[in-house]
């Protein structure tokens, strides 16, 4: 079975697997999880299945990934595979992306290729604070050069980071690799990659906002915050030359789907640009038909 974007009403390109059914939860660091759910007010945890049947019941297809920042965090990553295999048993609403620590060298890029080949992913994330790296780092091409080979997505966490504030010298992670700015480059190396911004990029928006009016293979997630918080120049251009270009997300579970619809139908976004933000974009940069 496959998703049938007749009746599926949004596709969330941003959605995090939290728990592992096979490996426990790896709590070297309890201080971030603290902070992180005292900043998000929320602790809660759904596990890869009951997120499936939470969208399915929403009537929305939805991209999942973990985040592997096993070099810069020290901390287990929630196996690719997983998500991957889930996204068989889910295939009417699961679209599966990987994540791959940039550090790993040609060694991520050996299991990214497996991972396209063998468990037909979708796409990869990157959070660059939290993997310690600039987008633009060379070290990051033997991956990319993978990925882009496939034609498949590559989604940047962008601007604030959630994970780390509150924490002791924000857990040491630089916010500033994550300035939407550095994905300039990536664009140009890789013009034939849909690369995603992440989220509205606070304090980098109009950064963002000229990278993808600048470069065709970039997009913009609106993730991570409600709608009614987003800034007037980013609802702006979603409503005019940046409106194919926009694409629904919501960071879920830290967002919920009905939280960010409430408020988006409110914030400001013309009738007719509404279809294409949440499902028509995402159905054209994801390749689905």
């Known amino acids: 079975m496959s998703i049938n974007l007749s ?101 991520g890029a050996r299991e990214a290729r497996r991972l396209i080949e063998e468990f037909g992913v979708k796409g990869f994330k990157f959070h660059p604070t939290v993997q310690g790296f600039h987008p633009n780092d060379r070290m990051a ?44 480059d990536v664009a140009i190396d890789f013009p034939d990659a849909p690369i995603i911004i992440a989220h509205p990029s606070w304090p980098w928006q109009d950064e963002a906002l000229s990278v993808c009016l600048h470069k065709p293979n970039v997009y913009i997630d609106l993730s991570g915050w409600s709608p009614k918080y987003f800034p007037p120049q980013l609802i702006q251009y979603a409503n005019t030359q940046l409106k194919n270009k926009m694409l629904f997300g919501t960071d879920f579970p830290l967002i919920t789907p009905e939280r960010w619809l409430k408020d988006f139908e409110v914030a400001g976004f013309k009738e007719e640009v509404k279809p294409l933000i949440l499902k028509d974009n995402a159905v054209k940069m994801l390749k689905l038909i």
């Open 7 to 107: 009746e599926i009403i949004a596709i969330d390109v941003h959605t995090h697997a939290e728990v592992s059914c096979r490996q426990p939860h790896d709590d070297y660091r309890p201080e971030f999880d603290e902070a992180f759910a005292k900043y998000f007010k929320s602790s809660h945890r759904p596990t890869i299945q009951e997120t499936a049947n939470y969208y399915r019941s929403i009537n929305m297809a939805f991209v999942m990934f973990t985040i592997d920042a096993e070099y810069e965090l020290g901390r287990r990553r929630i196996p690719n595979e997983e998500i991957a295999e889930a996204a068989k048993e889910n295939a009417d609403v699961l679209i599966p992306f990987a994540s791959i620590d940039p550090h790993k060298g040609r060694m």
């Open 141 to 184: 091409y033997h991956l990319y050069e993978e990925i882009a080979g496939a034609g498949l997505p590559m989604l940047f966490h962008s601007g604030h980071s959630g994970f780390g504030t509150g924490v002791r010298a924000g857990g040491k992670l630089r916010l500033e690799y994550s300035n939407p700015i550095h994905l300039d």
